[in-house]
């Protein structure tokens, strides 16, 4: 948690992944967005119907930022940013929370499992005023844990559904009529006043919680400013080199500046394998972190891989590796060690998620050499024309109450829901997020620190029932949150929602085998192994195997419902 670009001390959940089932409820980063959402029958639903059940949005007045939020085009905003935890936490909830009751919940866990009823645990509850046992389950055997749950109907009280892992729940969306809570009557519209640390989340959070026209998820992670990431330079090796980073503004000064850093003697190349990062650079429709769709001149539907700009990016890409300038190792396909290979100075330029950018990074960093500095580039386009961010949704996890909880046990959750989502810097936010004072941490240099103990028992747990709109912070290394702010401000003016922005859509399975063999050939043709030639060859084979019949699935969605933005 601390020292992370948000909230979270994991930043895989600052960026959301597509859900599986037809159509899925749609999030907009707009404060007052609008979106559609599943019907029984079809999957989706009015705009309309999505806006009246949305919870009233009410910003938080309890603490202010260091560097406040900055809004940008199409609903986009950077996160709020800290460089010091408050000396004197102020409260955020008023009155008491439970009303001693006992409740389970499941959540996600990567790592060890903490032992029960240990000092945070028992912290939090205390503070409750009610038990609330969570029984934390492998992250990464996550979906198959859920799709046995759904199958035997055996639901705990507080469920986390990563968005990820939906597509392996059979029949989702009459799952969560079937076993689900209908939040709608106690958080829709005003009706979400009466929670403020939940009515502080931002609206674009709630609209994928939404399903059958109903609100039934409660938002996690939620962000207006997930973006697919960012690229990266070496910012200790550009200045030993005196290049100046803002002269980087087009294809052809990267791949200059990248002559420049590549010294294969001293086994230092310029990239790393820059992958689906180079979408945003080519302009190329993107959608949840692969190609998505635009309409031409004429109005007709074409894909990512369709436009010019691919093979403008193709030809840079394997340009790049058939010039000696990608990292032999990369080129190998061995991304597993590409953090190394940035943090040693064998690589001078990635593409990564923007949650790579943290106290974590710098001192990984430092410890491999001791001058080390990230920073990213200003968003730029190929050209040198206008650069362009395809938006991600605001959440892309949820958490879910048992349909079977009387509406005075539903009350109490949400409480503590409330609770649990307290803004950052508050006092509930330090024991919900680290527990006990002088046992599971210390305040140390204005943040709270964990302890040995601590880092036993406080793990990404109770934070995945409910949570506070990300935020940035980065204890004890000031320069990255402002360096990062600063970026995330300049980025959300670039900003765009992309066609089926957040419309969860799950294509056509036969379709996946075409898809599937482009990619492969896209991948030869970025590591230089084949030509672009052979990629115009493969993209007719998809056309006529898969892709002309995702056009008109996708004209379908279109005319039915939309396209989300």
């Known amino acids: 948690m601390a020292g992370s670009n948000g909230v979270s001390r994991r930043q895989m959940f600052k960026t959301s992944a597509a859900f599986g089932g037809a159509i899925a409820a749609a999030p907009l980063l707009s404060a007052c967005g609008s979106g559609t959402a599943a019907t029984k029958t079809s999957g989706v639903a009015a705009k309309s119907a999505v806006q009246a059940v949305l919870p009233a949005y009410k910003a938080s007045s309890v603490v202010t930022a260091d560097i406040p939020s900055v809004a940008g085009t199409n609903g986009a905003a950077s996160d709020p940013a800290f460089l010091s935890y408050p000396a004197s936490p102020p409260k955020s909830v008023a009155g ?117 026209g109903k609100l039934y998820g409660i938002p996690l992670w939620t962000s207006a400013a997930s973006i697919p990431g960012a690229m990266f330079y070496r910012a200790d090796i550009f200045k030993a080199a005196g290049i100046d980073p803002a002269t980087v503004t087009s294809a052809d000064t990267l791949k200059a500046v990248g002559k420049q850093v590549t010294v294969p003697g001293k086994g230092q190349y310029a990239f790393e394998d820059l992958s689906t990062f180079l979408y945003q650079l080519f302009n190329v429709p993107a959608n949840n972190g692969r190609t998505g769709w635009k309409r031409d001149s004429t109005g007709k539907l074409v894909n990512g891989y369709e436009v010019p700009e691919f093979l403008e990016l193709l030809n840079f890409a394997n340009g790049l590796a058939k010039g000696g300038l990608v990292h032999p190792d990369a080129l190998a396909g061995d991304a597993s060690k590409a953090k190394n290979r940035f943090w040693a100075g064998k690589t001078v330029i990635t593409a990564d998620g923007t949650g790579a950018w943290n106290k974590g990074d710098a001192q990984s960093g430092v410890a491999a050499n001791p001058a080390y500095e990230r920073q990213a580039f200003k968003v730029f386009a190929f050209d040198g024309g206008k650069p362009s961010m395809p938006l991600y949704p605001g959440a892309g996890m949820f958490s879910y109450l048992n349909k079977k909880l009387t509406d005075a046990q539903v009350k109490e959750l949400l409480r503590i829901a409330d609770y649990l989502a307290a803004p950052f810097g508050s006092a509930e936010y330090l024991i919900s997020r680290y527990g006990k004072e002088g046992v599971d941490y210390t305040m140390t240099d204005g943040a709270p620190i964990l302890t040995d103990q601590g880092n036993k028992d406080v793990t990404d747990t109770l934070d995945q029932l409910a949570n506070c709109q990300s935020v940035t912070f980065n204890a004890g290394y000031n320069q990255i949150t402002k360096d990062y702010a600063a970026w995330q401000a300049d980025m959300v003016q670039h900003a765009y929602k992309p066609l089926f922005y957040a419309m969860n859509i799950s294509e056509p399975a036969e379709t996946a085998k075409a898809s599937t063999a482009l990619e492969a050939v896209i991948t030869d043709v970025r590591m230089g192994r084949k030509s672009v030639a052979d990629y115009q060859s493969a993209l007719s084979t998809w056309q006529n195997s898969g892709g002309n019949q995702l056009r008109d699935f996708y004209e379908g969605i279109a005319k039915q419902y939309g396209t989300g933005n």
């Open 96 to 212: 008491a929370v439970g009303d001693g009751g006992s409740y389970t919940a499941v959540s996600p866990i990567w790592g060890s499992v903490p032992a029960p009823g240990n000092s945070y645990y028992t912290a939090v509850n205390q503070a409750l005023g009610a038990t609330l046992t969570d029984s934390p389950s492998d992250g990464t055997t996550f979906a198959t844990m859920l799709a046995t749950r759904f199958a035997s109907g055996n639901i705990p009280d507080w469920l986390d559904v990563p968005g990820w892992n939906v597509s392996s729940i059979q029949n989702f969306a009459e799952g969560v009529d079937k076993f689900f809570k209908d939040l709608t009557p106690y958080l829709g519209g005003d009706k979400a006043l009466d929670y403020p640390n939940l009515a502080a989340i931002p609206t674009g959070g709630w609209q994928a919680g939404v399903w059958n």
